[in-house]
Each structure stands twice: as structure tokens, then as C-alpha cells.
């Protein structure tokens, strides 16, 4: 019987994967980003691991791929067909080249990944700055205040952003509690009123108790925010207060939650991290089946699951459940400047993406001026593959091993 094709495995099948190179790219944020509630500066960014693969037939592609070189070398020699469906995505066996296979074969069908992912999205991706961390707090022998997070905010909305994250929690463990909460709501308030044009977002990093963010809420009932990231750890009971106080307050925030799990929901001697990936990726299911419940119960708005513990191809298939369930979603990005640019594509792509992650900064030997912001978001690209030229000559080659 004759085998029915699609043109696109087609004209993949055609290429088969000859070698592979493996780079790191570094990132530059346009300042030195600070703390949050938890963790320690995040300075001027980090580095990733890129690989830019190559057919038989000379086409190139590339993305993130973080696996020492051992794990790719048996793929090489493989067809373009069997490593990924456009219609589907990565096959499971080559995921650890999930995001180059999707440029790669982007390049082969002369398609931009949004458009293989089937363009339910607007082109035009809502972004908001990720980078407003406790920049008020340094330098921590003078620390500048709240005017450092305007002037933040500024640089950002200068370079196209209309929607700015602002972390908060200083009272869990750089201020004491009275004195962080208050600051937070200073710093709300500073931004919200010098950008009147511009959504404010909040990210707690699950620093506050209920109690506490009531208390800070109240301070800034009149900034109309957009979001609330993870306030707390997401229980029940504590959402149920926490929607029911907005309601009385006329808060219209979207509860953000999913980026990090909770012990609300964790069985005791449950695994944080599966060791074979699920349906979605490296999040346990206990995380993911709490959080489809609170959203049921109206607590949780938007999943902010990160976009590599699913995982690129994973995603694809996620995001038609959301739909079913009625969930829009926001993958986490942070802390890698190309990320926001994927979840770009995933948003055009697959759609149900109410903003994206944004991540300022420019990385080395990766071209981003094929993205441009209009009125606060990010336009995807028309080019094939993500549309991010790489160059090759400028980048830090890597000799990566598993030994
Ligand atoms: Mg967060």
C-alpha cells in the first residue's frame, strides 16, 4: 500500500543529520540586576550551551541543547524525518535537540517555528520586562532606593516595554518583615505612578505568609495590578482567602502559579524532580494535578510551568490541554536572554500565551533585530526557523564531555 507523506516529512527526509557544533553563548543585561525575596543577585547574566547542526545537505540550524556531546553523537547519520514531525514536534529519542531541530527544520520547510506549531497566536507576543529585582537595594553600602527601580523600569520602557515584574518579599529575609512590606509597597506604587501607560506585575517568589500579602495588597489597592506571582506557597485554603479579599478590594490581578512547587501538595517522601520525563516534562505530577485543581476552583489564573522542565515539543501538546481546561499560560523563561524569544514563537505558534516573559539583554553571537516591540510586544519574526541569525565565528566553542 502506498504510504501517504506530508510534503513537509518529505522534504525532510531528504536531510540527513551530518555533524554538530557546540557553543556557549553568554548574555549581557543593560545593568546589574539584584536580588529577589530568595536568592542573591542575578548580576549581568549567565551563560548557555547552544548547538548548530548541520545536514548532508549543508542546511544549518540551532538552539539550546544542554547535554554533554556523548548523548548527541548517536543521532548523527539519522533523517531529518525521523528526528522530528513539523506537525508534532521533536521525536522522543532526539529531544535533547529539541529547540535546533525545530530551527533546523524551520530552514528545511522555509517556515518560521511559529507558523509549524500552526500560528494560532498573534504575530504581536504582550512581553513585560522579567529584570525588576531589589535594584533599590544596591549598591548595599549606598543603597539608591526606590528611584533605582524607576530608573530601571525607564531603561526597559526605552527599550519598548510597557509591562514591568517587580519582585517583592524584601521582608522575608533582607528587611525585617514590617519594614520589606512596606518598601514593597513603595515600589509599587513609585513604578504604577510613573508609568501610568504600563501593567504592573508583582513576583513574591512565595516569600509572603496570607496574612502579610493581604496586608501588602491593601497598600496598593488603587495600582490596578495586572498579576500576582506565587504570593505563597498555593494552598487552598490560603488562595481562597487571598481571591475572596481581592474581590472585597476590587483587585483584578490574575494569579500566576506553577514556576516552583508546594507543600501544599507534595505527599510526604514524593519526588520534587521525576527521573523519566511525563506529559509534562521534569514538573512531578503531584505539582501539575494540584495546580489543574486550583485552577477548577478559580484560585490559580495563568501556569507559569517553565518553558525547558517541559520542554519545547512538550509544550505543544500542553497547550491544547490548557485550552480544554481553560487555562491560559505564561512559560517561565527567566534567566536567559534567547528564552523570551522561544516562548515568542510557542505564543504566535500554539497561542492561549497571555504575555511573555521578557528578558532585556543581548547575547553574544545571537542577532535579535529581526524581533522588534511594538506598543509593548514582541513581533515574532517571519523568517524561517526562529529567525535569529548566530554567528558562529563569535562565539566560544565548547568540547563538551560526560566525563
Ligand atoms: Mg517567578
Redesign the pocket.
Known sequence: MARVVAKGNEMLEDHRLQSFETYRVRDRFPRFVSRNAKGNPQKYGGSIQVRVITTDQGMKGWGSSHVPDEEIKPLIGERMSDLIDPDVGTSEHASTLDLPLHDLAGKILGQPVYKMLGGKGSRHVPIYSGSIYFDDLEPEDSPRGVAALVASCQQDYEAGYRAFKLKIGRGFKWMDPETGMQRDIEAVRAVSEAFPDCKVLV?A?DSYTCDGFIRFLDGVADCDLYWI??PFEEGEEDLTRLKDHMAKIGCRALIAEG?AGSRHARAEGASGRPTEPTAYGYYPMWHIDHLYKLAEKGLVDVF?IDLGIVGFTRWRTVMPELVAAGVPASP?T?AWCVRPRYASHLAAGSGNVVIVEGIPGESSGLDYSNYTMVDGSMVVPDLPGWGIPIDEGGLEAVQSSAG
Open positions: 513576583d517568589n506571582e506565587e514556576e507559569i517561565h527567566w
